[in-house]
């Protein structure tokens, strides 16, 4: 099931990075205008939830564990490799932690947007109320 698009209003001193999020347009205009010497205000949509997992790589883990585990079990000639894991073990690997991954956020309930949005419509710069007597 898709979950519905939540556009939000932004407001910022720039149109660079935003800080304030608001429900309405009418909100936003609002703090441009009157809680700061204007600004830009922004309707935009964050990511719904980003999936941890998809940042989980398989091949990097491997190169990672055979560099960590040289000390203790390596082949002091560099010959043998510890974990002669192939392409295809590595790709199962990769979908079966992602999957448990996407599980252990699914119970947590774990929500990540990140900083940046997904997408932004009708921005627009709103002048301190000063400025427009």
């Known amino acids: 099931m898709?979950?519905?698009?939540?556009?939000?209003?932004w407001v910022g001193h720039d149109e660079e990075r935003y800080h304030t999020e608001c429900d309405t347009r009418e909100e936003a205009a609002y703090i441009a205008s009157e809680e700061q010497d204007g600004g830009y205000i922004v309707e935009a949509l964050k990511p719904a939830n980003i999936k941890i997992s998809r940042y989980f790589d398989g091949?990097?883990?491997v190169e990672d564990a055979e560099e960590?585990?040289?000390?203790?079990h390596g082949d002091p000639d560099g010959d043998v490799e510890i974990f002669p894991v192939t392409y295809e073990l590595r790709k199962d690997l990769e979908d079966m932690v992602r999957a448990a991954m996407d599980a252990w956020q699914e119970k947590h309930g774990l929500v990540f947007t990140g900083f940046q949005f997904s997408a932004s419509r009708n921005e627009?710069?709103?002048p301190a109320s000063a400025e427009v007597e």
Not at 2 to 9: I, Q
């Open 2 to 9: 898709a979950e519905r698009e939540n556009w939000k209003w």
């Open 59 to 61: 091949h990097r883990f």
């Open 68 to 72: 960590n585990a040289y000390e203790d």
């Open 124 to 126: 627009e710069y709103v």
